[in-house]
């Protein structure tokens, strides 16, 4: 069984400031991690992912996030919030389940960036 | 390369009758997934299906609701005798491979019953 636990449903930064966004999971296999971002009205979109290798990874629009196995975590950071971050953002878990890859989502953070 | 097509965008039905959501997978993908979102509890797996074959449903109601992916043609997700409880948004993701390592989702469709 997998499982994803995003902590704080809202999360509220000037613009400039660091973001943080928090993502813990479970899983009994070593997982597959991703970030995705949806903007209003839209679908999910790819920000980053970790299968292999290298623990900290680097997405698109200056995103990052690490991989660190010993605390089951995967935040999201970056390093100075733009106003067009604002949106809903997800982390999710993949992992074989009977043959099948099927990503468990989290709840969602709200990225709220004021100017 | 057009990306994931769902339609329609906003699905409006009356208690007791039925929804018809369409999604149209990526160029060459033939795997394809379906989540509902509700507010405030993000996105939840219903099914999964490669061409022809249901994979995994063990996230769909077992009544009134039912997917399709034929070989031919967009993957359909039916819900019959619709209920105020399934308004919500359907989005569909497709993938290339089954590893899912990376979905590609459509724009969803928002379902309003009434």
């Known amino acids: 069984a997998q499982s994803v636990t995003q902590l704080g449903s809202h999360v509220s930064v000037s613009e400039g400031a660091l973001v943080l966004l928090r993502c813990n999971y479970s899983?009994?296999?070593?997982?597959?991690l991703f970030w995705y971002v949806q903007y209003p009205n839209q679908g999910l979109q790819l920000l980053l992912k970790y299968t292999t290798g290298a623990t900290l990874v680097k997405g698109i629009n200056g995103f990052e996030a690490e991989f660190k196995k010993s605390e089951t975590s995967f935040h999201l950071t970056k390093p100075s919030a733009h106003m067009s971050d604002a949106a809903e953002y997800f982390c999710?878990?993949?992992?074989?389940?009977?043959?099948?890859?099927?990503?468990?989502f989290g709840r969602g953070t709200s990225l709220i960036v004021h100017p | 390369n057009a990306g994931v097509m769902q339609n329609p965008r906003h699905l409006v039905r009356r208690r007791g009758q039925e929804a018809r959501l369409r999604c149209s997978p990526m160029?060459?993908?033939?795997?394809v997934y379906w989540y509902r979102q509700l507010p405030e509890e993000g996105l939840k797996f219903m099914v999964y299906l490669q061409k022809e074959n249901i994979i995994d449903e063990s996230g769909m109601p077992k009544e009134r609701f039912s997917a399709e992916f034929p070989k031919e043609g967009p993957s359909i997700l039916r819900i019959q005798q619709v209920v105020r409880g399934d308004s919500a948004a359907y989005f569909c993701a497709s993938s290339p491979g089954q590893s899912g390592e990376k979905l590609f989702f459509g724009s969803g469709t928002q379902l309003s019953v009434l």
């Open positions: 160029k060459g993908h033939s795997h």
């Open positions: 999710a878990v993949t992992s074989a389940s009977g043959g099948s890859y099927i990503p468990t």
């Open positions: 899983s009994s296999v070593p997982p597959y």
